[in-house]
């Protein structure tokens, strides 16, 4: 044969693509259970594992159900119902649950809380003399790792909750410690009343995986969580006062007045025949919630999980805690407003299987999200209406509450990703969307400010678009800007500017783009039609830098009336030895990573007039020189994590200290240490070189990891 | 963050996966669900056996799990590092009588795992074995090249099986591309006299 038909047979050799599906589950449990993640993703894990357990459990004991395929999507009011009876519940749950593949990328379950009607809280002026924790609503706190009153600064460290003196900084010290068994999850304060969420995850016993050992049905150990309200009047001295428990993962959290709400999640199982029900533990009693109370919707889904809401009234420890309990399927997103709960659940994912195993394919998979509305007034919980709207809602700012209507910004993912915002009134029924914006690309960042909505998508470029939902029966585009980079926060400046933190980009085709340094942008949207980045964007370090206000809006500190915007940044640089000229004639590549360099907090003066302005840097990260030097910078206890004001001192916060400065020039005045556990430089094995393959490309050097540090 | 579900997730979104996944169970969940078909499927076709290519697989992944904090994304995409282990694993397998294993799928099952999945790995192995069967023109050729030295085995099975860009094959093999050009001559022409 002719070598180029010899080619050409190869070329057109039909290879076998064979897939062993059990191998790909049996070899992921594996992975993930390995001793890899057990030490700092062990919260998570739990968290990801306890529906999947459920699922299977499921399963196993009530066999396989072929998973309908449903119909085509419709919008509106689902039924809502009450069960009546236990057996009826038993049998809701054993013929609804059909088997559904739990979605990894799916898994982080969290339900975003957010508040509604209420005003923005970007908006509201501030009038303390300090800070507070960067939340979406007015008048809805949301718990967080750190919280000032302006005189104490009360913060979390592992299972510890601290209570330091700040003010005046001078005199500042560590008052009190609180040790708990479990993880602390976040803290309210009010007044006296401390507020601690904590979350107990079971130990697992093959997250050691001993040697093979017979075969067993995994047991499933249910997480606890307990909500501890402490008498903070002695901050020397805090005083548990009362202390609820219940089974299940927390969701999220908020505060209105003086009621905390907890949403937990916990999956519904069946063991010796019997499903399990909600249970809340006040002190020593513990009450079953009973199947008559627990509400359900007509929304099918592959299997259940039970969502309790509970209310617990910080300032009356007589009053018993009250609470809601909703049967529905999988994950779930949440928003809460000042009078109402959005419960947002994903109803389907990619990964569903068909029957017998296969996995479904993108194009067949009609993600679809139901809502349920839960009216809240202090202690009194009423889950009033659901509905479903196409597509899945990226986190808690894509979901607002104002003047009597809902609306949801989604992207329904598939063949093309396309975008969508949804009004809906108060029964949930749609009045108004927007559809099919932006093809191809996915929303990055959204934040509703009053009768506007603003919307960043993005695949290689990144719009924002200023959308009007004045109407609730007619959203409409008002204009559109294109820029290089994307924002994954937006945050309100004043009514007509937006300030956008994300990252810059570099576009390497049409539906590609390397990320690069973090990016801040101000756009003025005075003129709605024709929004404007305000001067050029401010860059923080090359590709590699980030920074926690990415993902968690709680890592910002903004206040208007002080031109103040602080944000905890880690970065990078790159290496431009490593890229000789005579390997890269054209310069630094788009795709160098940078090493990290410098963590801390950057504080800006920010103006419309002036722009953005670096008033200075903060780290903890000092005096170390050693080889893993870099490493200090990511994930170390020296990592500036928050960062408040009161009065005219500034506080950055990491998990080994808080550090003092002056506001007005960032001179040092003082810091305190906090107990934090030691810490060593990443998990290098003991002695591992780098030398080991791969090597080529993947990794520069062959030198040997610092060791024994384990 | 992380709730994004494309089919294809896009290069700059997998950068930030990887960096997450060496911490994030979940991130390291969605490469693998990423990844797991297209390794098995080249260890597959490299080997022309499942057995092999079951714990080829599981001995690949596992030591990217280990050697993920030694990822960097410099010259080398994740793709082409998984590639490049998977790679050194099959010669290994190769050149050893007796390829050591981290673990085995038997020792998956004994550990319970097995029954979290719907599926039957002895039916499953028994349906994909006959599937394999079916494939003759691939087979009888697989065979051939197995005799190839490693080095032309691994040049053929990217380029043609796998359709990787010689770029790619390169950055896999830790190569230059004309070395690969070569390579990939001379293993056609070698196989093309063996035909």
């Known amino acids: 044969m002719k070598y180029e038909d010899f080619i050409k047979k190869l070329e057109n050799l039909r290879t076998p693509d064979i897939e062993l599906p059990g191998h790909r589950q049996a070899l992921k449990m594996f992975l993930l259970n390995s001793g890899r993640f057990k030490e700092r993703t062990i919260m998570n894990w739990a968290k990801v594992l306890a529906p999947i357990t459920a699922a299977v459990l499921l399963i196993t004991m009530v066999g396989f159900f072929a998973a309908d395929v449903q119909g085509p999507l419709y919008l509106g009011e689902n039924q809502i119902s009450k069960f009546t009876s236990y057996g ?42 300090h800070s507070t924790t960067n939340i979406q609503v007015a008048g809805v706190d949301e718990a967080d790792i750190v919280k000032t009153d302006g005189e104490y600064i009360y913060l979390v460290s592992g299972n510890k909750t601290i209570i330091v003196q700040a003010y005046p900084p001078e005199q500042a010290r560590v008052l009190s410690e609180i040790e708990l068994e479990g993880r602390v999850i976040g803290i309210f304060i009010n007044g006296d009343r401390l507020v601690v969420l904590e979350e107990e995850v079971p130990y697992y016993p093959y997250y050691d995986l001993p040697s093979p050992v017979e075969k067993f049905y995994m047991p499933y150990i249910s997480p606890k969580m307990y909500i501890k309200v402490y008498d903070v009047s002695d901050r020397e001295n ?53 199947a008559t109370d627990i509400y359900y919707s007509n929304v099918t889904d592959y299997y259940y999980m039970y969502t309790t809401i509970i209310a617990i ?78 597509g899945m809602v990226l986190n808690q700012f894509s979901m607002d509450e104002y003047d009597g209507y809902f609306r949801v910004a989604t992207t329904t ?81 004043d009514e007509t500017h937006i300030i956008g933190i994300g990252k810059e980009t570099v576009a390497e085709s049409e539906d590609f783009a390397w990320y690069q340094g973090v990016k801040i942008s101000l756009f003025d949207v005075s003129d709605f039609n024709n929004p404007r980045e305000i001067g050029d964007p401010y860059v923080i370090g090359e590709r590699g830098t980030d920074s926690p206000v990415l993902w968690d809006h709680k890592a910002f500190l903004f206040d208007k009336s002080k031109n103040l915007m602080v944000i905890p940044v880690l970065e990078a640089k790159i290496n431009a030895t490593q890229y000789p000229a005579t390997e890269y004639p054209e310069g ?24 953005l302005q670096l008033r200075g840097k903060i780290t903890h990260v000092e005096n170390i020189t050693s080889p893993e030097q870099g490493y200090y910078y990511y994930y170390s206890p020296f990592a500036v994590e928050r960062s408040l004001y009161i009065d005219n001192v500034l506080y950055t916060i990491s998990q080994a200290k808080i550090k003092m400065n002056s506001l007005e020039n960032l ?38 990891i610092p060791g024994g540090q384990i | 963050m992380l709730v994004f579900l494309l089919a294809d997730m896009d290069l700059s979104e997998e950068e930030e996966l990887v960096k997450r996944a060496q911490r994030d169970r979940d991130a390291f969940a969605r490469l693998y669900d990423q990844y797991y078909p297209r390794i098995f499927g080249y260890v597959l076709r490299r080997s022309a056996n499942l057995e092999a290519a079951q714990d080829i697989t599981s001995e690949t992944f596992l030591k990217a799990l280990g050697k993920l904090w030694q990822f960097q994304w410099r010259n080398v995409s994740f793709s082409s590092w998984l590639y490049k282990i998977a790679t050194n694993e099959i010669n290994q397998y190769f050149r050893k009588a007796e390829y050591k294993k981290s673990v085995s799928l038997e020792e998956l099952q004994e550990r319970g795992f097995e029954l979290l999945s719907p599926h039957d790995p002895e039916n499953e192995l028994i349906e994909a074995q006959e599937k394999l069967k079916q494939h003759q023109d691939f087979l009888e050729i697989q065979g051939k090249i197995a005799r190839l030295p490693a080095k032309y085995q691994e040049v053929i099975a990217l380029r043609f099986f796998e359709k990787r860009q010689i770029k790619e094959i390169a950055e896999i093999l830790g190569k230059r591309e004309g070395t690969i050009k070569s390579l990939l001559h001379r293993a056609v022409e070698k196989l093309r006299e063996m035909d």
């Open chain 1, 588 to 611: 630094v590549p788009s795709l160098a990573y940078g090493q990290p360099v410098w963590q801390g907090a950057y504080v800006f003066d920010i103006s419309i007039d002036n722009g």
């Open chain 1, 313 to 390: 009234n910080t300032q009356n420890d007589a009053q018993e805690p009250t609470s809601e309990t909703i049967l529905l399927g999988a994950s779930s997103n949440l928003y809460v407003s000042a009078d109402n709960v959005y419960l947002t659940f994903p109803v389907w994912g990619p990964d569903v299987l068909e029957p017998g195993g296969v996995i479904r394919s993108p194009e067949r998979s009609s993600e679809r999200t139901s809502i349920h509305r839960i009216q809240i007034d202090g202690a009194e919980l009423d889950y009033v209406a659901s509905g479903e709207i196409p």
């Open chain 1, 238 to 290: 805090p005083q548990l006062q009362r202390e609820l428990s219940t089974n299940g993962q927390y969701v999220s959290s908020r505060m209105i007045v003086d009621y905390v709400y907890v949403v937990v999640n916990e999956p519904v199982y069946e063991q010796d025949d019997e499903i399990n029900l909600p249970k809340i533990g006040s002190g020593s009693n513990e009450t079953e919630i009973p």
């Open chain 1, 413 to 493: 993912h598939g063949e093309k990703a396309l975008n969508n915002v949804y009004v809906l009134n108060m029964a949930l029924n749609v009045t108004g969307s927007l559809e099919n914006l932006a093809p191809g690309e996915t929303i990055y960042s959204a934040r509703f400010v009053g009768g506007r909505c603003y919307v960043v998508t993005f695949r290689n470029i990144d719009p924002l678009f200023v959308i009007d939902l004045s109407d609730p029966e007619a959203p409409r585009i008002l204009g559109e800007l294109k820029i290089t980079g994307y924002s994954s926060y937006l945050h309100p400046y």
């Open chain 1, 88 to 129: 009826e519940l038993q049998e809701f749950v054993k013929t609804n649950a059909g088997y559904k593949q739990f979605s990894w990328g799916f898994s982080r379950g969290d339900v975003f809380l957010a508040a509604g009607g209420a005003e923005n809280a970007d908006l509201a002026p501030t009038v303390s003399g």
């Open chain 1, 667 to 704: 001179d040092y005045i003082n810091e305190v240490e906090l107990p934090h556990p030691t810490w060593i430089p990443y998990d290098y094995p003991p002695g591992v070189t780098r030398s080991e393959e791969p090597s080529t490309g993947a990794e520069p050097g062959g030198e040997t």
